[in-house]
């Protein structure tokens, strides 16, 4: 690209000319210095998305809904992100932290295929087998034959943030970069140099679809995966809260600020700090050892977060200090 041209794109930039998100990030980056790196994330980030974004969105959501009346039955719910989004974090991008933002619209979303992923692991640890079911095979499919449920893609709801502005800036620091570089190989000392690196996350509403035969179908693979959000969350940093949606129309509400999820299709975490939280104080010590081992076993790492607050809060209630397995329980809760 010549000079002239580039020149020309970082002034549309600074101006707010682009409107479009992914763009701006894929063709104005300037330098990669960290100054550089936060100032492009900056100016990407007080973008608005067009007003012909809330036409195409309008668009799609009556596709979807008249697809349903013509071959089956269509169940959506807008939900919330509680905190940040980032979906995307790990894609290949000349800035190293990237984000998954709609290739023409630029607005970010939670792709169809993330989404039905997440539904399916939440089923198969709440069920604690890995066994592949009849009921498996109508919602997922299998090598043979696809599914009989359509996730479609979650889409940012125009309108939904401070001037239709869906992205923010973020940072990341990691402590002991030697640490995590040689895979362990160093140990971490308190003699590192942390290593702030920024990127984009998302916030907003987001509409979440699916298709199924019925009613029944539909209604159950929604119900399945609003649990699945609300507990595990989507995309990364799940294990530092973000990606967790719930209902728009019941944001503040106590059942899903707890987490649970609709009958028989809790996660395991959620179940584990449900018992963990009814123990009485004088039932903290004799039993405590056998919860930190069920909670050991869990191998989500967004699962654990919310046990490992219950224990955390119960060791608290019974006076347990200066335990090995404290430090251990802490550490999930520290943002990556």
Known sequence: MSSGIRARLEEAL????????????????????????????SSVSGLALPPLYALFFRRWKAAIEDLGHRSGHVASRELVV?????VGLASGNVL???IRLHRT????????????????????????????????????GHQESGG???????LYVPGTTREDKPLRPDVMTPHHPGYYST???????????????????????????VIAPDQEWSSF???LLEAALASRGAGGKTSSGYGRLVPADARASAAFSSQRGPAGIEGPGVRLAREIRALSREQVKPQINQFLERWTRIDDAGERVEPARALLEKAR????????????????LEPH
């Open 14 to 41: 600074r101006e707010g000319q682009c409107s479009n998100h992914g763009l701006a990030l894929d063709r104005f980056v300037g330098g990669f210095t960290p100054e550089e790196r936060e100032a492009l994330l």
């Open 82 to 86: 509680q905190d940040r989004l980032i």
């Open 96 to 98: 190293e932290a990237s």
């Open 105 to 140: 619209c630029g607005a970010p979303f939670i792709p169809g295929s993330a989404l039905k992923g997440i539904a399916r692991h939440h089923l198969r640890s709440a069920r604690e087998t890995s066994s592949w079911t009849e009921h498996d095979e109508i919602l997922f």
């Open 148 to 154: 009989h449920v359509t996730f479609f893609d979650a």
């Open 183 to 209: 895979r362990g190989k160093s140990s971490p000392t308190d003699f590192d140099d942390p290593t702030p690196v920024s990127f984009l996350s998302a916030v907003g509403n987001y509409w979440v679809a």
């Open 221 to 223: 693979t929604l119900a």
């Open 317 to 332: 209630e019974a006076g347990i200090k200066n335990k090995p397995w404290i430090r251990e329980v802490q550490a999930v």
